[in-house]
């Protein structure tokens, strides 16, 4: 069982930076790929960004592509999700979440991911 728990959201104006956590509880992180998905009011969940195990590869929604950055600290059990030029489409609220039933692929499926974290609320005004 992998508990994960997020932080870092917030209120920022349009242009705006946020960085995003994500601390597992696992001792065993390393072999886990993470995603981080968001849902805005009304939508469905969609795919954000996910990065390999090992941190190795990374990839991202064409919608945050170039001006999101997904990271990982394997010693302290943490992904991360710098956020840059936010729009207020990326209001959301994002959740990351860990996988490690596909070693050869990085999944951009929510159904691949067995663990959520309960959320942190993203709001950018214009």
């Known amino acids: 069982q992998v508990e994960l728990v997020e932080s870092g959201g917030g209120l920022v104006q349009a242009g705006g930076s946020l960085r995003l956590s994500c601390a597992a509880s696992?001792?065993?992180?390393?072999?886990?790929?993470m995603g981080w998905f968001r849902q805005a009011p009304g939508k469905e969940r969609e795919f954000a960004s996910a990065i390999s195990a090992r941190g190795g590869a990374t990839d991202y929604a064409d919608s945050v592509k170039g001006r999101f950055t997904i990271s990982r600290d394997n010693a302290k059990n943490t992904v991360y999700l710098q956020m840059d030029s936010l729009k207020p489409e990326d209001t959301a609220v994002y959740y990351c979440?860990?996988?490690?039933?596909?070693?050869?692929?990085?999944?951009?499926?929510?159904?691949?991911?067995?663990?959520w974290g309960q959320g942190t609320q993203v709001t950018v005004s214009s």
């Open positions: 696992t001792r065993i992180f390393s072999i886990y790929d």
């Open positions: 979440a860990a996988t490690a039933r596909f070693p050869l692929i990085i999944p951009t499926m929510s159904t691949a991911y067995d663990y």
